[in-house]
């Protein structure tokens, strides 16, 4: 894999992709930070060597280099899943690369069901710790002890520092913004009410399918590390209805701004 991380990264570094600060993962039908950024360069997913290629459809699959508030940042605008039929290794490469890009933090968002049915659909929740439901880990194979400690400490996935100035801003511009537990699982068929049922008893507040394999990895590379759900649906295993997946990327598209306003403003405290 160092040999690909290495092209991947001399291909990108010859395109202009130089030094960034700070790497961010865009969530489902969450792009819309794109059009806050000075764009620099940008590059389609199925033009870099080695890259996966987004195949759902409200992904976009661009890796983009600009700056936004002053840092110099690299932007997934789209990202993997297991449920597309990558591996593990796929979906965290685009994090190893930014790495080796030279990011030092790691901004994600994602969106999510609400389990705590006290989290309404469109608020957001900081994601202060996670539970991996999807059956294996991205550091599970042979040799990942060349790109990393094999034995990761998790004890503190997301960084407190980042966490708490997230919970300030969000204040100062009143947003609302919960603080709790992310579960990851496979995906893509949706919950059925006795596996939320199950999710609201093992801890989680919020559900979705993407996220944990990411923060692993920056883990694994010792990056600072925070992340945002945007609620998108509430999960009511009492009172569930068919969920409507147009109706998800509205809330979603409706509650980006709020993300923007959080990511924007933290940007000026790093």
């Known amino acids: 894999m ?5 092209e991947t990264t001399k291909y990108l570094h010859d395109k202009g992709f130089i030094n960034p600060e700070i790497g961010i993962v865009l969530g489902t039908g969450l792009g819309q930070l794109i059009n806050e950024i000075e764009v620099i360069k940008e590059v389609s997913y199925n033009q870099i060597p080695n890259f996966p290629t987004a195949t759902v459809e409200f992904h976009k699959g ?67 710790d996670h539970i991996n439901l999807q059956g294996s880990s991205p550091l599970a194979f042979k040799g990942v002890e060349q790109l990393g400690e094999r034995f990761v400490d998790m004890c503190a996935p997301y960084d407190t520092e980042i966490n708490k100035q997230f919970e300030a801003l969000a204040k100062t511009h009143n947003i609302v913004l919960h603080k709790g537990v992310y579960a990851s699982v496979v995906g893509p068929q949706l919950e059925t009410r006795a596996e939320y049922r199950m999710l609201k008893i093992i801890g989680a507040d919020a559900v979705g399918m993407s996220t944990v394999p990411e923060i692993i990895v920056a883990n694994h590379l010792k990056l600072k590390v925070a992340a945002v759900s945007v609620l998108t649906d509430e999960c009511d295993p009492d009172n569930l209805e068919p969920v409507n997946i147009a109706n998800i990327i509205e809330t979603a598209a409706k509650a980006e701004p709020n993300m923007i306003t959080l990511f924007k403003a933290l940007m000026k405290t790093l």
Not at 2 to 6: L, Q, R
């Open 2 to 6: 160092t040999k690909y991380i290495d």
């Open 62 to 128: 661009k890796l983009i280099y600009g700056i936004l508030e002053g840092k110099t940042v690299v932007i997934m605008q789209g990202r993997f899943h297991l449920y597309e039929g990558y591996s593990l290794r796929d979906v965290t490469y685009p994090i190893r690369v930014m790495e080796k890009l030279g990011i030092k933090t790691l901004l994600v968002s994602n969106a999510s069901g609400a389990i705590n049915l006290n989290y309404k659909k469109g608020e957001l929740m900081l994601i202060d």
